[in-house]
Structures are given as structure tokens and as C-alpha cells.
């Protein structure tokens, strides 16, 4: 199994939220992860991208333990993309410098190549001196979503990639990230509060309560036109 | 594009109209006296000078805004982003060094370091050599850097308090370790705050007397006081006025461009970091080190002003001094309330969004915060004596043995300087409290049939109270510790604690300073103490530094 997650719990102080959390995915594949609000969806992201730290439990993530109860691999050393709900675009770099701000290991050259062709994936060439706030909402998505891909993380989380997308967008935008997603080879976990989002996109989707798993099942898909 | 329904009625129009009326003529006067004949005492100033004083200007606010830059970021990030022991005592206090006026720390350091003072008798104790010296350009930047630093504090305190933790999470998720992070996103991202404060430091440098006059120290407000004062040269004062307001004007430009031309619209709500305790070392080092801040900027200062007072109360104690108090306490009491509700009247009338000559009369309203108070005092006074001259045949008329300048030697004049002076930040605070409530309450109350001034009495100031309050007492604590407009601008014979203080300063009598100096300096305190000390939720919310 490419993730493994064992007995994950979590608590904040005096608030436990996740309680025991137990499962696996493949490489590839797209988990979505619905419940209702407060039942602990963005906690259990938190925890699998090391922004905190669970109260026990094993997380492996492409046959390395980042987490267990000895050690925890920090956020910033784990490799894991996360997509945040409002994106996160830092405010005061441009598209290609938000885009780049991963890669600030990788030689100059490199770097530039990677920028273009991320910008070429998400059909966004001629943006890349725009600011955040000059995108619309969908296109912040998308950057958003280049931005976190860029490193070349073992996973992506995406929490609520949707929530700031009209209706009318959002059909579309869907069957982008999905196929973005599956061009790119991606395991990733999407949160949302919507179940049609969840089918249209995941391979599996898990159903969340009260910090415990309620139900899980495989999306049986009609082939896509 | 939506169309904008005119929310202005007539008064508030009109009274927007007289306010930036009473604000720029009073400006324009400079303008015209700039205009006379040059004299043989301003081409000697012009030629010997005037390079030094821009020099000395431009050198004092440079050091003052880095120094305080620095000191008042560091002071933000720790009592937000970590917990210690204290950190709540500590968050406020950081803040009381407002209540120390530049010129009072300035004497009691003076004589802290002289020869006779408690610091060089303790060195000599433990046989060191005390080899500070602090009347000078060093000595004034530390001043004012331990002064001004909460200006900067409280900004960059309520930017990251508000700064969405999305962004350091990013950063980290991307690869970014916390240390790179911060420079590379929070800090950045701090940017429009600081600034913000930073640029209220440099005004603050820019108006001071007390201190530059006490420490000779050559830098306009106090040529433009000594041509003024010692010479009577008002074509000279008036010219370095004019140097002045150009380098205000520079200032101001350059607080526009590094503000920066981009908007930063794009609002991520969402928690922010939650403080984390400091560990190891940082523990006892942190803590010190912002405890040394708030010595430097107040518990030093005040603790020597009470071993004054000790000694001197005895003779400084007295009805004078009472009388002092009183006139402090009315003038400011009486200003501050004209102040926040002029400022109340101006902010309902900018509330939505003006654009166009409103937007840009509103601005006009509040320049006199910018202006130093030297170049204040000068048109004020300029326009009161034209007015009196023209008013003459009036007074003639009600009284016929009435002196010409009768405004002008009233307590009105004074007055009227501290609105112009102080105006921006009553309004700045009350806008700010406009801004968070939004329109719909007001909106509400028109559509219910109630009318402007109604609705403004019984739904905006109820739900402004925080930011009036707020408004209150930061335009109060100004007023209180005031000192060059006083002195110029007071009728004969009327003395608050500030110019008694600086007379007492003046005559090298600074022990004697210590019962007035504790008495304004804990006023404030205790205001502030009022405003920002430990509360219950929900207060803060409107409470916005300026
Ligand atoms: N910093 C915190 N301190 C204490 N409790 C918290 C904190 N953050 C979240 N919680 C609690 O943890 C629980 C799970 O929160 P979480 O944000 O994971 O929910 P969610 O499923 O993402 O909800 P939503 O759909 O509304 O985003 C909630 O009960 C919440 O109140
Ligand atoms: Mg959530």
C-alpha cells in the first residue's frame, strides 16, 4: 500500500477529534472524505501534512513511517501538498513566483522549466506576472493546485478545493482537477461537504463522523465522455 | 457597475464643507507669507544652515524609524506567536511608553547620566567610568526609539494577530522551514503595518520640540521655534516651514510607495497561528530582553521621576501645580470631545466610500496629523491675528476700549490647533470602527424610517463605542503630553503640566519636574491601561491602532 494510516487519533487540548483512524490507499489513487461540519475532515489533513501531531497512531506515507510513536517528521521535511480551503496565495508574489516558491531547492534553470510547465498544465501561460488578486476564483484554484504540485509531493490533501467556486464553475472545474489530478499520477485525499463532488472525482470515498469512519465505499463510475 | 445611492444629507455635507474649510485656510497663510520679501537673517540661514538641519532631519528620522522598526516588529512577534511567563502583563505594557513624553524621558536620562546623576554615582560605586554621552544625536534617537516603538507595536500586533496562518502553513508544506518562512511570507505580508506605524514614529520625531530644544540639537522644529521665538524672524520660520512641509510631502510619498501599489485583497480567513511556548534559552532571554524594552521606555524613567518627587514634592506640591492639573485636564477634556464628535460627523459623511473631491476633501481634512506642530502653531497663529484685524470694527462696535487681537489671545486659538493637529487620528480610529460594522445595521435603520441624525445617535454611536472610546483616549494621551503647540499657542499666564514641566526643564530644575511629569504620565497610563489592559472578550475587536 502506498499510504498506510494505523489507529490515528487526535485531540486538541480538551477537545479529542479524531479517534482511531484506520486506513489504506494506492498509489494514483483519489480518496474524498465527506462528514459533516466538525466532524474532523480538515483535522485529519492537518495531521497527515505534520501541521499537527497525533496523539498516536502510524502514518506511512510511499514506504517511509513519517510518523509514529517515537518520531514525527515535521511539515516543512514531509512532502506531503496541501491545498488550503481559501488557497493560501501569498498575496505579494506573482502567479509564477507562488508556483516557484516550492522549489527553492532546484537549480535556477530547472525551476524556470518546471514554472512553464506546470503553468502550461492549468491552462494558465499567459498569467504568470498576474497577482493573486487579479485571478478569479477558479483560477486561483488552479494555481493553488500548480503551486502544491510543484515540489513533486508523495500526496496532495485538498481541503475544500470548492468552497469558494460559484455553481455555474464549479461542473467544470471538477472534471479539470480530476483529470489534472490523474494526469499527474496523484494520491491525494479531497475534502469536501459535498457528495456529488466526491463521485464525480474520487476513486473511493470515506465518510466521516465524529472523528470515526461511518462508512466507506467505492464510486462506481460511469465512463466520463 | 451598481449604481451608489447618495447617503449624505445636507448637514453632513455642510458640515464636512466648514471643517476642511477651518483645516486648509488656516495652511494657505503659510503659502501667502511665503511670499514676502526674503530678509538678511534667512540668506544667513539659507547659506550656513539650512543643509545641516535637513541633514540632521533627515539623519534623526532615519535612525528613529529603523530603530523603532526593529525593536517594535520583535516586541509584536514574541507576544503574539509565543507564550512565557508574563506574556500577558507584558503584551500591554509594551504599550505604556506612549504614555512617556520624548521631552521627559529626555531630561530625566539627561540627568540620569550627568555627573551628578543616579547612574554615573552608581558606576562610580563599583569604580566603572560612566562614559555615555547622552544630549546628543545618539542619545535623542534612543529616546525616541524607546518612546515611539508602541506605535509600531500595536500595528504589527493587530496585522498578525489578523494574518490568516494559511500562509507560514503553506510555506511549510511546500518545503519551507518556519525560519525561511517567516522572512519570506509573514514578514512581507507585515509590510503595510509596519509601514504604517513606522510612518507615525517619523511624524512624531518630525513635530517634537521638547527634546531637540533640551539636547541643542539642530533640526527644524526647533530652528523654526528659535527664528520664531528668540529672533522674532517670521519670514525665516516661515521659510523653514515650507522646507519642512516638503520633506512631509516626501515622507508621505514614500509611504505610499513602499505601502506598496498592490492591494491585498485576497482574504484568507481561517484561524491564525496559535502561540507556542518558547523553549530552552529563549525562555529567560526573550522575556529580558522585552522587560529591558519597557525599562528603557518606562520603568526606568518613571522609577527615577519617583525618586524626584520624593525629594522635591515638598515644594512642588502645591495650588500651582493644581491649577496646572485642572487646565491639562479641561483643555484636553474639552478637546477630545470636540474631536471625536467632529471626527464622528466626518466619518458618517466618508463612511461610503466617497470617491472623487469628497474623497480627496476627507483626506485634506485629516493632513494636520502630518504637519509638525511648529509649522502648525505659526499658521494658526498667522490666521488668528488676520481674523482679529478684520474683526476689529466688531469688537470696536460691542466694546469700544476692546484690544485688536482678542481670538488670538484666547484659549480658543489653542484649541483650534489641537483639532487641526489632532483631528486625523479621532477619525482614523472612528473610521476604522465604520469599517469593521459595515452598512447594513445603518441601512436597516434608514429603511425603518429613522433619519441621519437619529440613526446616528441610536444605532452608530451605541455600536461605535469601543472605537469611540478608543478614539478618546489615544486623541486624550496626545493632547495631554503636547507640548510645542502649547507653548506658543497658550494666552499669557496659562500654564498646563506640560509647559510647566518644560519651564521647569528650562530653568535646569529637572528634579523638580518629577511630581507634574508622574501626574501626566500616570493619566495616561491609566488610559491606556483602560484601553488595551487585560479585558473581557470581544472588546478588542474595534479597537484599532489609529
Ligand atoms: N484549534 C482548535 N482548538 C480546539 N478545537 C478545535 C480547533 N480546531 C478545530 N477544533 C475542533 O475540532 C473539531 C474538528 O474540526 P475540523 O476543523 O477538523 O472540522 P471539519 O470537519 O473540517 O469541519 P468543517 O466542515 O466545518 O470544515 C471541531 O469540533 C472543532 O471545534
Ligand atoms: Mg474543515
Known amino acids: 500500500m502506498y499510504v498506510h494510516i494505523e489507529n490515528l487519533s487526535f485531540s486538541y487540548p480538551k477537545t479529542p477529534v479524531l479517534h482511531q483512524l484506520t486506513f489504506t490507499m494506492q498509489k494514483g489513487e483519489i480518496l474524498a472524505i465527506i462528514g459533516s461540519s466538525g466532524s474532523g475532515k480538515s483535522t485529519l489533513l492537518r495531521t497527515l501534512s505534520g501541521l499537527e501531531m497525533p496523539a498516536c497512531g502510524r502514518i506511512h506515507i510511499a514506504g517511509e513511517t513519517v510518523c509514529d510513536t517515537s518520531r514525527c517528521t515535521p511539515a516543512d521535511k514531509r512532502e506531503v501538498g496541501f491545498v488550503f480551503q481559501d488557497y493560501a496565495l501569498f498575496p505579494h508574489r506573482t502567479v509564477a513566483q507562488n508556483i516557484a516558491f516550492g522549489l527553492h531547492k532546484t537549480p535556477r534553470k530547472a525551476r524556470q522549466a518546471r514554472v512553464d510547465a506546470l503553468l502550461e498544465m492549468i491552462a494558465m501561460t499567459g498569467f504568470a506576472r498576474r497577482y493573486p488578486h487579479q485571478l478569479s476564483g477558479g483560477q486561483q484554484q488552479r494555481v493553488a493546485l500548480a503551486r502544491a504540485l510543484a515540489p513533486m509531493p508523495k500526496m496532495l490533501l485538498l481541503d475544500e478545493p470548492f468552497s469558494n467556486i460559484d455553481t455555474d464553475l464549479k461542473h467544470t472545474i471538477r472534471l479539470e482537477l480530476a483529470s489534472l489530478l490523474k494526469k499527474a499520477n496523484m494520491t491525494s485525499i479531497l475534502v469536501t461537504h459535498d457528495e456529488e463532488d466526491a463521485r464525480m472525482l474520487a476513486d473511493r470515498v470515506i465518510v466521516l463522523e465524529g472523528g470515526r469512519i461511518v462508512h466507506e465505499e467505492r464510486v462506481v463510475r460511469t465512463p466520463r465522455h | ?546
Not at chain 2, 119 to 124: E, S
Request: net charge positive; hydrophobic share 55%.
Open chain 2, 1 to 546: 457597475m451598481k449604481r451608489r445611492i447618495n447617503h449624505d444629507g445636507p448637514l453632513f455635507s455642510l458640515f464636512a464643507l466648514i471643517a476642511g474649510l477651518a483645516i486648509i485656510v488656516p495652511l494657505l497663510f503659510i503659502l501667502r507669507h511665503l511670499f514676502e520679501p526674503s530678509t538678511d537673517a534667512w540668506r544667513h540661514i539659507r547659506q550656513i544652515w539650512l543643509l545641516a538641519y535637513i541633514r540632521n532631519t533627515s539623519v534623526m528620522i532615519f535612525w528613529t524609524a529603523f530603530g523603532t522598526a526593529l525593536i517594535g516588529t520583535y516586541a509584536a512577534v514574541l507576544t503574539t506567536r509565543y507564550t512565557f511567563f508574563g506574556v500577558r502583563v507584558l503584551s500591554w505594557m509594551l504599550v505604556l511608553p506612549l504614555a512617556v513624553p520624548a521631552y521627559i524621558a529626555g531630561y530625566v536620562y539627561a540627568d540620569m547620566l550627568s555627573y551628578t546623576g543616579t547612574v554615573t554615582r552608581f558606576l562610580r560605586l563599583v569604580s566603572l567610568p560612566q562614559l555615555l554621552q547622552p544630549m546628543t544625536m545618539a542619545g535623542a534617537v534612543f529616546i525616541f526609539v524607546f518612546t515611539l516603538y508602541p506605535y509600531v507595536y500595536l500595528f504589527v500586533r493587530a496585522a498578525l494577530k489578523r494574518q490568516s496562518a494559511a500562509y507560514a502553513e503553506s510555506a511549510l508544506t511546500l518545503g519551507v522551514g518556519p525560519f525561511r518562512a517567516f522572512f519570506l511570507v509573514v514578514l512581507p505580508l507585515l509590510r503595510p503595518a509596519l509601514i504604517g506605524g513606522v510612518f507615525l514614529v517619523v511624524l512624531e520625531t518630525l513635530n517634537d520640540y521638547g527634546l531637540v530644544a533640551y539636547f541643542n540639537i539642530r533640526v527644524f522644529s526647533f530652528a523654526i521655534f528659535n527664528a520664531w521665538f528668540s529672533f522674532g524672524e517670521v519670514v525665516t520660520a516661515i521659510r523653514l516651514s515650507a522646507v519642512l512641509l516638503i520633506m512631509v510631502f516626501v515622507i508621505l510619498v514614500l509611504e505610499r510607495v513602499l505601502r506598496g501599489h498592490r492591494r491585498y485583497t485576497v482574504h484568507v480567513k481561517g484561524r491564525v497561528i496559535a502561540a507556542r511556548p518558547l523553549r530552552g534559552l529563549a525562555r529567560v532571554v526573550h522575556p529580558f530582553c522585552l522587560w529591558l524594552i519597557l525599562g528603557f521606555g518606562f520603568l526606568f524613567p518613571t522609577m527615577q521621576l519617583m525618586h524626584y518627587a520624593v525629594l522635591t514634592w515638598r515644594n512642588t506640591l502645591n495650588m500651582t501645580l493644581f491649577y496646572n492639573f485642572m487646565n491639562t485636564l479641561t483643555i484636553a477634556l474639552g478637546s477630545t470631545a470636540l474631536i471625536v464628535v467632529i471626527a464622528l460627523m466626518l466619518a458618517n459623511f466618508g463612511r461610503f466610500r466617497p470617491k472623487g473631491w469628497k474623497r480627496a476633501w476627507l483626506k485634506a481634512t485629516t493632513l494636520g496629523y502630518a504637519i509638525p506642530g511648529a509649522v502648525i502653531a505659526i499658521a494658526v497663529n498667522l490666521f488668528f491675528i488676520t481674523v482679529d484685524r478684520q474683526l476689529y470694527p466688531l469688537y470696536r462696535w460691542l466694546n469700544p476700549a476692546s484690544p485688536v487681537l482678542v481670538l488670538s489671545m484666547s484659549l480658543g486659538m489653542l484649541v483650534f490647533a489641537y483639532i487641526l493637529r489632532f483631528m486625523a487620528i479621532g477619525y482614523n480610529s472612528i473610521e476604522a470602527g465604520y469599517d469593521k460594522l459595515g452598512e447594513t445595521f445603518t441601512e436597516a435603520a434608514y429603511t425603518l424610517n429613522h433619519r441621519k441624525l437619529s440613526t446616528l445617535l441610536k444605532i452608530d454611536v451605541p455600536l461605535l463605542k469601543s472605537s469611540l472610546f478608543a478614539a478618546a483616549v489615544i486623541v486624550f494621551i496626545d493632547v495631554v503630553k503636547e507640548l510645542p503647540l502649547t507653548l506658543i499657542l497658550r494666552p499669557a499666564n496659562y500654564d498646563t503640566l506640560a509647559s510647566r514641566i518644560y519651564e521647569y526643564a528650562s530653568d535646569e530644575m529637572i528634579q523638580d519636574t518629577g511630581v507634574a511629569s508622574l501626574i501626566l504620565i500616570m493619566m495616561s497610563a491609566l488610559l491606556i491601561y483602560a484601553l488595551s489592559g487585560p479585558k473581557k472578550r470581544g472588546r478588542s475587536a474595534h479597537v484599532r491602532p489609529y
